[in-house]
């Protein structure tokens, strides 16, 4: 549980340093009139606001100095100097492995935002269904007026109903995934790093639950692995060769996290050599360098040349509804900041109090 931190009260506007475009220069709803709301719009406080490149360190730094907070997602020991007079570092965003821990100030609180566990799991639920109905190979080859897909001309199709879902990390994600898959009458089992009550895991629908020891356990079970935990230390390389090699071999896997925690040659060479029935990627181990960058991969192999793989550019949580949520807490934070009353969710292994 994060603790309870009290900054504050000000009696003067707060000074925010935001790692983005103005919001003047952001788009609008493609299908409403108007802007949809900023980050902006939710700040009920006095602020000054000021704003620098995502791309351009230089102006990043020379913004910190007298700032009350910064709001970004990279924070590194080049800018720990700069950061003088610096009280928070606020997240429009769940992960927080860009920021470097020995970075932090002392006396420096980081707070982050989640909300985007709907669209997270909308994108699991689809990448499943895409998968295992074989839904692009079906497309591709009626294009070209192959039939062959037809269910007059090919055994039966398999469904989701039924068949065991197994979710790697109980955080908001993992939770939204397993309310969804229930709605499919699917089996659930699930690991966490935290304990799970029976209780808990009784309202989650979950046949069984366990802790990380039990992780190969739900690997030889599950039809459909969907990871879900945070990029930490201990989870970097958590899915290896042998966890993988307990898969069934008509299994497949699912990852809206992050790329390093799953073996980046373990699973190319899985899905090559057929030995699980596929993968859906939306994050992975290389991205570009700018946005100038347009030769960076996203693996060192050619996932891209496999069939059984589906390729996302890290788009599972990238909703409209996601961006204003996550305004709506980071918002709330600079509210509370300001006011002297309890920060929300507080980081506590980057906190530094």
């Known amino acids: ?69 910064y709001l970004g997602a990279i924070f590194k020991q080049k800018m720990t100097a700069a950061a003088v007079g610096l009280k928070m570092i606020a997240l429009h965003a769940a992960g927080y492995e860009k920021i470097d821990p020995e970075s932090v100030p002392e006396g420096v609180v980081v707070v982050n935002a989640y909300e985007h566990e709907a669209p997270i799991a909308e994108w699991v639920m689809m990448a499943a269904e895409v998968l295992d109905h074989e839904v692009i190979e079906a ?5 070209k007026n192959d039939w062959g897909m037809w269910i007059f001309r090919r055994p039966p199709y398999r469904e989701l109903m039924g068949r065991t879902m197994g979710v790697v990390g109980l955080g908001h994600i993992g939770r939204r995934v397993l309310k969804l898959a229930r709605a499919y009458d699917m089996r659930l089992i699930a690991v966490s790093r935290t304990a799970l009550s029976a209780q ?65 040659t ?68 600079i509210n509370r900041l300001y006011r002297g009353e309890p920060l929300i969710n507080v980081v506590d292994e980057l906190t530094r109090l």
């Open 1 to 69: 549980m994060p603790r309870s931190v009290v900054l504050g009260p000000f009696d003067r506007p707060l000074r925010i340093l935001r790692v983005a475009r103005p919001p003047e220069s952001h788009g609008r709803l493609p299908d409403e009139p108007g802007k949809f709301k900023q980050l902006e719009d939710f700040v009920e406080v006095p602020v000054d606001w000021s704003y620098a490149d995502p791309d351009d360190e230089d102006a990043i730094i020379a913004g910190l100095p007298g700032c009350d907070v």
């Open 266 to 333: 373990a699973l190319y060479t899985a899905l090559k050599g057929g030995k699980i029935g596929g993968a859906a990627l939306d994050v992975w181990w290389q991205y570009p360098d700018g946005p100038d960058d347009h030769t960076t991969t996203p693996s060192k192999y050619p996932f891209h040349e496999l069939d059984n793989v589906l390729m996302t550019p890290h788009i599972s949580g990238g909703t409209y509804g996601t961006s204003e949520r996550r305004s709506k807490v980071v918002a709330e934070n």
């Open 139 to 143: 497309d591709h080859r009626l294009r």
């Open 200 to 264: 808990d895991a009784d309202e989650l629908g979950l046949a069984w639950a366990g802790g990380d020891s039990e992780l190969d356990r739900l690997m030889a079970d599950a039809d459909f692995v969907v990871v879900s935990t945070p990029l930490l230390p201990s989870t970097t390389g958590l899915i290896g060769e042998r966890q993988i090699g307990r898969m069934k071999p008509d299994a497949y896997i699912i990852n809206p996290s992050r790329g390093p925690i799953i073996d980046e």
